[in-house]
């Protein structure tokens, strides 16, 4: 197993320390009560903001100025000098913005965003031997990272590409105009997500700052029909109190279940060698279900300090009611009760996932799901046990796909059999995540190996069997993958060719 970072390690702070005896107080590590203090006071600032920097009251520039000092301030006070890397990526991918031409600007802003965060993973990791348990400046150069290179290809779509090549999604979120300064680190740097994210798209976060956002959502639709003469002025302090809820529960269940069963459960004696097979694979389960309440939390609430200050309203539910999820970076119910690997993974990091899909999965011309996996893989960092998620991610990907394309209209034909099938694959499905992410939380090579000598490797070993021996079957036409950059250039091939056949006729 291995071992424990020291206490200096894992208490270890980068930023300001005059909340320090609040941290001993509550026995909790000095960096992670700064980030919860630096998310609460973006709160009550965003409120503020909402109120007296609104767009009928001040100009774009100086909500654009207001939200990158204070999103600069709160840099520093979590991450002192360290907070450098950021500012220095921001620096070198403007410049990149700046002076490259559109066909090749996502090119060379990815290439440099990634490849810096990635030499700031393996030099806060295995050089300066940071802890495995401290919180760093790593999550914001990740969150910026995600932004640098989400409006480099959307500024390659809107200049560099022509209409008809674009996806309806890419054409709707392009951008026709290289950003200002001002724009630019105002999008990267803003206080609403710049220590948690999450990551948004350049045209939507221009529409709030100019106050166009709930506007434009609104204009969807037909008012007049409702009962209306004007339009409607959404509030999002209900969702923003919701929020906050359920943040109090996620963290009441931190302090309580992630406490009673950390992940270390999963290498003690008991666990490995005395535990019969059926218990092993319960209590790995229950030990996944405590890590999760810290993302719980950390998520809920940047969600909330963003609706606060009137960003991610997302439009009218079937009901009529305001929606304030354009920026959730989970749903919570949806994980809980999913019923497929796919479905769980598409309302988990919610986010996070958009991007991989918007700047790897739809551009690659080959091997679309791998190259995704390795991608999100990276992005995270460089210890050994992400790269044991995603490559049984991979496998479980695959295997459960088949699995489904396979068997599952069996189980359509009467509302009884689909009960079955619901609540098998859910089983099915929480054990194959609590299996697949333990490496996730473990990071190390040697616990990861034994927790899965315990558990046989089953499911690497069944997933293999599956892949192997079951036929594949073609999804069905709703479930099928969105357009790529290979098959939008396969669409221009046959087109060229259909018209090479008119002519010659």
Known sequence: MAAEPPPSLSYRTTGSTCLHPLSELLGIPLDQVNFVACQLFALFAAFWFRSYLSPGKTSPDVRHAFATILGIYFVIFCFGWYSVHLFVLVLMCYGIMVTASTSDIHRYSFFVAMGYLTICHISRIYIFHYGILTTDFSGP?????QKI????????????????DLSTEQRRLAVKAKPSFL?????????????????????????????????????EVNWKKKGFHSLPEPSPTGAVIHKLCMTLVSLLLFLTLTKTFPVTCLVDDWFVHKANFLTRLCYLYVVMQASKPKYYFAWTLADAVNNAAGFGFSGVDKNGNFCWDLLS????????????FKMYLENWNIQTATWLKRVCYERVPWHPTVLTFILSALWHGVYPGYYFTFLTGILVTLAARTVRNNYRHYFLSSKALKVVYDIVTWAATQLAVSYTVAPFVMLAVEPTISLYKSVYFYLHIISLLIILFLPIKPQAPNQRRPQTLNSVNKQKIDRYLQRKETNKS
């Open 141 to 145: 150069l990740m969150i910026v990272t």
């Open 149 to 164: 290179t989400t409006l480099a290809f959307q500024v390659h779509d809107g200049l560099g590409r022509k209409a008809e």
């Open 183 to 219: 724009e630019y680190v105002s999008y990267l740097l803003n206080f609403m997500s710049v220590i948690a994210g999450p990551c948004n798209n350049f045209k939507e976060y221009i529409a709030f700052i100019e106050g166009r956002h709930t506007h434009m959502k609104l204009l």
């Open 329 to 340: 970076n989970l749903n919570i119910w949806k994980i809980e009760t999913a019923t497929s």
